[in-house]
């Protein structure tokens, strides 16, 4: 349907102006998209054209915007979409398109997020398989996928690893004290007392047969 356009005004929101025409309705569209089509007052426009133009132009600012956000580090396919909705205010519609898309490309993959998030972890911040599978879920990775990728963690291991580099700064302490302040710091990435037990006795050891070489 063809309409008249009778007024370009400041839209409800600040980022959009509304076409108003000669029945009174009106169509709110980026500034952008007036230079694009060549829109103007006094101008004849198809608004069922508009309307599919108005949700091209949204859709590929949703999408740049998404590339954006993944340029710093890889996210979650929840990640992604709470920021296009909630900080850029993206409509549902382009929202969606633009998850699609990007998983068409593997640019957003779950699976993959998580393994490369728990393979981070363990390399250069060890965390429990518990606390690691809970920062996952909080990103909005899927409880199955969390646990699938979680459940051949180490925490034996990533304990280990986690408190030795502390341990060496703990080394002149006698083993009660040093027994308690490296057992609080593996506690508080969330490994369990049977764990956080043999790391500590491990640790001592290690260092222990270090200082007796020199």
């Known amino acids: 349907m063809r309409k008249r356009v009778v007024e370009i005004r400041q839209g ?50 949703c999408y740049d915007a998404s590339l954006h956000f993944l340029e710093y580090r890889a996210r979650s396919e929840d990640e992604v979409k709470q920021h296009l909705l909630k ?22 993959d779950d699976a993959a997020f998580a393994e490369s998030w728990m393979q981070d972890r363990l ?14 879920i909080q990103k909005g990775v899927d409880n199955e996928i969390a646990g699938r990728i979680t459940e051949e963690v180490d925490d034996s291991e990533s304990a280990y690893n986690a408190g ?22 593996l506690g508080r990435r969330g490994y369990g007392g049977e764990v956080v037990h043999g790391a500590v006795k491990r640790a001592w050891q290690s260092i222990s047969e270090n200082l007796t070489e020199k």
Request: aromatic residues 8%; proline residues 3%; contains cysteine.
């Open 123 to 136: 390399l250069y911040r060890p965390k429990s398989r518990m606390m690691i599978r809970r920062e996952l």
């Open 164 to 185: 030795i580099k502390k341990a060496r700064l703990l080394r002149s302490l006698e083993y009660p004290e040093f027994y308690r302040r490296l057992a609080a710091y």
């Open 87 to 108: 900080k850029r205010k993206f409509d549902s519609v382009s929202v969606n398109r633009t998850i699609d898309k990007l998983k068409d490309l593997k640019l957003v």
């Open 12 to 61: 409800e929101v600040k980022t959009m102006v509304d076409i108003v025409f000669d029945d009174e309705s009106c169509i709110s569209v980026a500034p952008s998209l007036l230079g694009k089509t060549g829109i103007h007052i006094g101008s004849e426009v198809d608004t069922e054209i508009l309307k599919r133009q108005v949700e091209e132009d949204s859709f590929e600012k």
